[in-house]
């Protein structure tokens, strides 16, 4: 694919293959991208609905970065009560990354920060959602 703004086009080409994982990585290399990635906010719309949960975060990371947070947090908000421990940590690691975009899941994040389900990556989102929050002045 390339690296840089010169893979946008065929990143944003991407977004609409069949196969998950490469939908959920060209979103991600579409958010790496951040601004750059500018004309991709139309053709990562409707990823925000995609059945993969991992595309849907990936594509909301990658909106909250190009100024379409309205849109991108209530899917990441939702991500985090998934009932997959490893989906709230990518989802509470998509928090941290879109930084002051965040703000506006700022009760959700405290809210899910004191979730005490069980799950391997409990910790770990714990520490992730406290350090967005840290980063927010929360």
């Known amino acids: 694919v390339g690296r840089g703004p010169a893979a946008r086009a065929k990143l944003i080409d991407m977004l609409d293959t069949p196969d998950s994982a490469v939908r959920s990585w060209a979103a991600v290399g579409l958010a790496v991208l951040g601004r750059d990635a500018e004309p991709a906010s139309a053709p990562l719309m409707p990823l925000l609905?995609?059945?993969?949960?991992?595309?849907?975060?990936?594509?909301?990371?990658?909106?909250?970065?190009l100024g379409g947070a309205s849109e991108a947090l209530p899917v990441i908000v939702k991500a985090l009560d998934d009932e997959d421990g490893?989906?709230?940590?990518?989802?509470?690691?998509?928090?941290?990354?879109?930084?002051?975009?965040?703000?506006g899941a700022v009760s959700q994040m405290k809210e899910a920060a004191a979730?005490?389900?069980?799950?391997?990556?409990?910790?770990?989102?714990?520490?992730?959602?406290?350090?967005?929050?840290?980063?927010?002045?929360?």
């Open 49 to 65: 609905a995609d059945a993969g949960r991992h595309v849907r975060l990936a594509a909301a990371e990658a909106l909250a970065k």
């Open 86 to 103: 490893w989906v709230r940590l990518h989802a509470a690691i998509v928090l941290v990354s879109i930084g002051e975009h965040a703000r």
């Open 115 to 138: 979730d005490s389900r069980k799950h391997q990556a409990a910790l770990y989102v714990r520490w992730a959602l406290l350090h967005a929050l840290d980063n927010l002045g929360e």
